[in-house]
């Protein structure tokens, strides 16, 4: 294992390979500020219209990940992201592409904090949730791989929630754009 002061090479994952059903079109090529939801979010898992995305990243320097399961369960588009990841990759911060408030200052503050301690994951906790974006080591990758189910390694988050270290994160980040009244919402408050 690291040790606390030594740098972490990590990783960002963005499951961005669902089928968008309660929005009724495909959420992750929606346009807010003038960009993406898929360029906003690093290997991004594409699934539902991956070439459409991947039309949309271009350019872009990340690594595309494929889950042909896009309906299935979250945990295909994290294997699949888990997958392509390099052995030099210590840590992967997973978060899901469709939550629009997480700014890169909230990923640095993960790896940043990753980096005082040897806690095998650090977690965003808002008020009483637990939720993305998520920093788990190579250590639990194994585990992550065994999982199946929804919410982006939530039993393995559980396993490991007396080890885990936490940054405190206001409620309000705690959005994802899953309806059209979501993006509307998503839209009005970033004018």
Avoid at 18 to 33: D, I, Q, T, V, Y
Avoid at 52 to 65: D, F, K, S, Y
Wanted: with cysteine; charged share 25%.
């Amino acid at each position: 294992m690291l040790k606390p002061t030594e740098p972490l090479q990590v990783a960002g994952v963005v499951l961005a390979a669902g089928a968008s059903r309660r929005m009724g079109r495909n959420k992750m090529l929606l346009e807010l500020e003038g960009e993406s939801l898929v360029r906003r979010a690093v290997v991004v898992v594409l699934g539902h219209e991956a070439d459409r995305a991947r039309a949309v990243l271009a350019g872009l320097p990340v690594e595309i990940a494929l889950n042909p399961d896009f309906t299935g369960p979250t945990s295909g588009s994290l294997h699949a992201a888990l997958d392509v990841l390099g052995q030099d990759v210590d840590a992967a911060v997973v978060l899901l592409g469709d939550m629009v408030h997480v700014s890169e200052a909230d990923l640095a503050e993960l790896v940043r904090r990753a980096g005082t301690s040897a806690a095998p994951l650090v977690v965003s906790r808002y008020g009483e949730v637990t939720a993305p974006p998520l920093l788990f080591r190579r250590a639990l990758f194994d585990e992550l791989l065994a999982w199946t189910g929804e919410g982006c390694g939530k039993a393995v988050v559980q396993a490991h929630k007396h080890e885990a270290l936490y940054v405190d994160r206001p409620a309000a980040v705690l959005v994802d754009v899953d309806t059209p009244e979501d993006f509307q919402a998503a839209q009005k408050s970033s004018s």
